[in-house]
Antibody, heavy 118, light 110 residues
Framework: EVQLVESGGGLVQPGGSLRLSCAASGFTFSSYWMYWVRQAPGKGLVWVSRINSDGSSRGYADSVKGRFTISRDNAKSTLYLEMNSLRAEDTAVYYC???????????WGQGTMVTVSS | QSALTQPASVSGSPGQSITISCTGTSSDVGSYNFVSWYQQHPGKAPKLMISEGSKRPSGISSRFSGSKSGNTASLTISGLQAEDEADYYCCSYAGSNTWVFGGGTKLTVL
């Protein structure tokens, strides 16, 4: 059974940094692309970032490009999202998603809340 | 990376059918057969209902179906049930390994 468990969210001041983690199990993590999707309170879903199976290729939404870095540790079956220069508009629940969908997000974690506020 | 356009809300009575539209552009919905649909109940993670425009993952009821015409994709739910009340989001591959979601549609079962 695929399980994705996010952690690392919390309250951070504007301009601060945070690293999210997503522990994966139930599938061969190293074989699949993985994704981050976020949802601001009361708002819709927004794709944030993606990484290929070996971590050699990464992509970002324009809104986070240059500030966020996606990475993975296939030995630990864990996905990461390093977030720097955080802004109030980055406040959201962050979900990791994957792995089998063909340009679709077939499994989701429970999400971790990030609040950027002074 | 502009969001796809969905109606803010739709409603229907139990047993009826409803359709939710999702309008994009020739750069996303119109160019790829990779529209997916997600159901989200309050406080829960999204759930994949349709992928690749019209494919239902294992365990998803046949009451859910997807289609596309030009730059507009649609999700149809037939035989509405109370548990279908939720938010629904479309998503399209937009090229260059990027994806774009719609703004979401709140479905109310009357």
């Amino acid at each position: 059974e695929v399980q994705l468990v996010e952690s690392g969210g919390g309250l951070v001041q504007p301009g601060g940094s945070l690293r999210l983690s997503c522990a994966a199990s139930g599938f061969t993590f190293s074989s699949y692309w993985m994704y981050w999707v976020r949802q601001a309170p009361g708002k819709g879903l927004v794709w944030v970032s993606r990484i290929n199976s070996d971590g050699s290729s990464r992509g970002y939404a324009d809104s986070v490009k240059g500030r966020f870095t996606i990475s993975r540790d296939n030995a630990k079956s864990t996905l990461y999202l390093e977030m720097n220069s955080l802004r109030a508009e980055d406040t959201a629940v962050y979900y990791c998603a994957g792995p089998y969908g063909v340009n679709a997000f077939d499994f989701w974690g429970q999400g971790t809340m990030v609040t950027v506020s002074s | 990376q502009s969001a796809l356009t969905q109606p803010a809300s739709v409603s229907g009575s139990p047993g009826q059918s409803i359709t939710i539209s999702c309008t994009g552009t020739s750069s996303d919905v119109g160019s790829y057969n990779f529209v997916s649909w997600y159901q989200q109940h309050p406080g829960k993670a999204p759930k994949l209902m349709i992928s690749e425009g019209s494919k239902r993952p294992s365990g998803i009821s046949s009451r859910f179906s997807g289609s596309k015409s030009g730059n507009t994709a649609s999700l149809t739910i037939s035989g509405l049930q109370a548990e279908d009340e939720a938010d629904y989001y479309c998503c399209s591959y937009a090229g260059s390994n990027t994806w774009v979601f719609g703004g979401g549609t709140k479905l109310t079962v009357l």
